[in-house]
T-cell receptor, first 115, second 109 residues
């Protein structure tokens, strides 16, 4: 299977703990995106990378959130000092940059529950 | 700011009939539009897209229509099948991608 994969699929943590999620994009894709989705809403953009460079960050991405893509392949999203409001589905997507073809393909998501 | 809106949270159609899902957007700078389908406990699956230079794109049972003057996008599924039952998200892109809140489609046998 050469789709986008995410790990873990589910994470339950206590408020104040740190969590880290991993995303492995489709291998030939140079762009990688992180989104957050809450119940009844569409995915909300958090940040994206082109190769290893983080090119854009949403204002939703507070200073407790940090994302890395050190070698331009997999990416990690870390949330420090988690809050109950961080409970959501965290989605990763990847794409191959091209004119009119920047279609993003999503992974299955990591569902975070903060108790 | 809700730049992409799907005003119908749900839609129910009979198997074999046409399903029409609608989407409105406010930002005229969007240049690429997509529809995704989502099943429970899975990530969104890409369905079909359209560039702003076109007004129609067809792929099998799925057709997307773009009306730039009205800032309106629609997805037609014909004929609808029970397996099409899912939540459908429209998305619009310039630099980053904005999603609507989704429409839950139920196709009844």
């Amino acid at each position: 299977d050469t789709g986008v994969s995410q790990d873990p699929r589910h994470k339950i943590t206590k408020r104040g703990q740190n969590v880290t999620f991993r995303c492995d994009p489709i291998s030939e894709h140079n762009r990688l995106y992180w989104y957050r989705q809450t119940l009844g809403q569409g995915p909300e953009f958090l940040t994206y990378f082109q190769n290893e460079a983080q090119l854009e960050k949403s204002r939703l991405l507070s200073d407790r959130f940090s994302a890395e893509r050190p070698k331009g392949s997999f990416s990690t999203l870390e949330i420090q000092r988690t809050e109950q409001g961080d409970s959501a589905m965290y989605l990763c997507a990847s794409s191959s940059q091209g004119f009119d073809t920047d279609t993003q393909y999503f992974g299955p998501g990591t569902r975070l529950t903060v108790l | 700011d809700q730049q992409v809106k799907q005003n119908s949270p749900s839609l129910s159609v009979q198997e074999g009939r046409i399903s029409i899902l609608n989407c409105d957007y406010t930002n005229s700078m969007f240049d690429y539009f997509l529809w995704y389908k989502k099943y429970p406990a899975e990530g969104p699956t890409f369905l079909i897209s359209i560039s702003s230079i076109k007004d129609k794109n067809e792929d099998g049972r799925f057709t997307v229509f773009l009306n730039k003057s009205a800032k309106h996008l629609s997805l037609h599924i014909v004929p609808s099948q029970p397996g099409d039952s899912a939540v459908y998200f429209c998305a619009a892109k310039r630099d980053d991608m904005r999603f609507g809140a989704g429409t839950r489609l139920t196709v009844k046998p």
